[in-house]
């Protein structure tokens, strides 16, 4: 396997490659064409600086996002710096809180969010996402000494989820908690479970893990996943051209291993 400096820059040259052969397309258009510009300008992805992709996430899901020595750092930034660099373009990071990162979007702050976002009917009318980039399921975690076997059983506990999620929309419309306490962060509705504030929390079950195994959290899964999710990439709605090249992005870096290796870095696993 490529080491990642030789894997950037193959990446860029090819990125330069593709660069000038795109340029030289949209030359030929314009000799051939009396609409000219606006024969070709429906083939380039809209982005806010050429050249450039911003990308997005919360910085409060770890291991997916989060800061680490002021630097932001996790799976979903790692994935960001390939998919940038598989497209040839300079990556600029920005974070968020979840619950406004698809107005971000929509305000053109920025191109695309790599943030964990799950596709439901009420975010596609907003954004248009691209494939699945990994798969896990919605998960409940309790206290090590909660008497909780199935968190559909639980009576009327007081659940944390980080605010604008999938887990709070499934809880409110299950009735599966008494009361349903939001946060910024799901790392943050965690802690005050271990804390004894409140009954559970419900989370990626790759986060809760996470946090078990190395922030050393007094915690446990309560059952199984209660569903599972493929988040995916959300861009602006109508930016069909840059939906089709992430895609091929994503594809390009599973093919060559390069997603394995960050997945194995965070997860000790593939979890495409």
């Known amino acids: 396997m490529r080491n990642t400096q030789s894997k950037m820059t193959a990446r860029r040259r090819a990125g ?18 009396d609409s000219g510009g606006d024969a070709t300008a429906s083939d380039a992805p809209r982005l806010i600086n050429d050249g450039e992709l911003v990308v997005a996430m919360s ?23 390939a998919i940038a660099d598989e497209l040839g373009l300079d990556l600029k990071t920005e974070t968020g809180a979840f ?20 596709p439901t009917e009420d975010r596609d009318k907003a954004v248009d996402f691209t ?24 009576d009327s506990p007081k659940v944390g989820v980080a605010s604008g999620t999938t887990y709070q929309t499934y809880l409110e419309d299950e009735g599966l908690a008494g009361e349903v ?28 893990l996470y946090q078990i195994e190395k922030a050393d959290r007094d915690l446990r899964v309560c059952g199984d996943p209660l569903y599972t999710e493929e988040p995916a990439f959300a861009v602006d709605e109508g930016n069909s051209v840059l939906v089709d090249q992430l895609n091929e992005a994503l594809g390009a870096i599973k093919d060559d291993g390069t997603y394995a290796e960050i997945s194995k870095k965070w997860f000790g696993q593939d979890i495409s």
Do not use: H, W
């Open 16 to 33: 330069a490659i593709a660069a000038l052969a795109t340029a030289a397309l949209v030359a030929l258009a314009g000799c051939g064409s």
């Open 59 to 81: 910085g409060e899901f770890q291991p997916f996002s989060y800061f680490e020595d002021n630097e932001l750092t996790g799976f979903d930034y790692d994935i960001a710096v």
């Open 99 to 118: 619950d406004t990162l698809i107005q971000g979007v929509k305000s053109k702050r920025y191109d695309v969010l790599i943030a964990s976002m799950t």
């Open 131 to 154: 494939d699945g980039y990994y798969s896990s399921g919605a998960t409940m975690f309790v206290a090590n000494d909660s008497d909780c076997e199935d968190p559909r059983e639980m």
């Open 181 to 208: 306490v939001t946060f910024t962060s799901d790392v943050t509705a965690l802690q005050d479970v271990a804390a004894g504030r409140l009954d559970g929390a419900m989370t990626d079950r790759l986060v809760g």
